[in-house]
T-cell receptor, first 115, second 113 residues
Framework: DAGVIQSPRHEVTEMGQEVTLRCKPI?????LFWYRQTMMRGLELLIY????????DSGMPEDRFSAKMPNASFSTLKIQPSEPRDSAVYFC?????????????FGPGTRLTVL | GDSVTQMEGPVTLSEEAFLTINCTYT??????LFWYVQYPGEGLQLLLK?????DKGSNKGFEATYRKETTSFHLEKGSVQVSDSAVYFC????????????FGAGTTVTVRA
């Protein structure tokens, strides 16, 4: 199994530009999570999906952020317009059902730098 | 709400030293508890877990016991190696709270040869 795949691994953009991060979860997993990691705030859950449906987006910082999951094998996190404070590592994770103690599998992350 | 508090780092140790990272939690329900590890430049990996009180999770020489009476899940390893240098996250998932994973702040551990 290839694990959770994220692209790009690194993204450098200028303030005001649109940024799209991509994630392919592990096949058969029905939960998908987007996290943001910064030195100041640690790991934050932004949004998660169950069976392609957004369940909780309360962690999305503001309207500039949006996430979609058009099918079971693909999700995007979009920032438009981007700002320097969005610079962080963004992780996607997937899980094969949230029975008690189920494990989330993390991708390698996308390191975003907004200049 | 649910929360996890873990020992602040960074922690620097010599090889073969004993490692303890303290973790306590607050939860309204009956959480499952996890330790995740993040090696430099990588995503998080599950290190071990425990799903009910008195369970002991273990992996790669690391252990942690779910202590409901003290709401703790401390991570221990008897003899660390340089390859254990990483950031360690304590986390919980409370099935009464939409199954969201709540992470501690992370503890950076550096092991010197």
């Amino acid at each position: 199994d290839a694990g959770v795949i994220q692209s790009p691994r690194h993204e450098v953009t200028e303030m005001g530009q649109e940024v799209t991060l991509r994630c392919k979860p592990i096949s058969g997993h029905d939960y998908l999570f987007w996290y943001r990691q910064t030195m100041m705030r640690g790991l934050e859950l932004l949004i998660y999906f169950n069976n392609n449906v957004p369940i909780d987006d309360s962690g999305m910082p503001e309207d500039r952020f949006s996430a979609k999951m058009p099918n079971a094998s693909f999700s995007t996190l979009k920032i438009q317009p981007s700002e320097p404070r969005d610079s962080a590592v963004y992780f996607c994770a997937s899980s094969g059902g949230q029975v008690r103690g189920s494990q989330q599998f993390f991708g390698p992350g996308t390191r975003l730098t907004v200049l | 709400g649910d929360s996890v508090t873990q020992m602040e780092g960074p922690v620097t140790l010599s090889e073969e030293a004993f490692l303890t990272i303290n973790c306590t939690y607050t939860a309204t329900g009956y959480p499952s508890l996890f330790w995740y590890v993040q090696y430099p430049g990588e995503g998080l990996q599950l290190l071990l877990k425990a799903t009910k009180a008195d369970d002991k999770g273990s992996n790669k020489g690391f252990e942690a016991t779910y202590r409901k009476e003290t709401t703790s899940f401390h991570l221990e390893k008897g003899s660390v190696q340089v390859s254990d240098s990483a950031v360690y996250f304590c986390a919980l998932i409370d099935v009464s709270n939409d199954y969201k994973l709540s992470f501690g702040a992370g503890t950076t551990v550096t092991v010197r040869a």
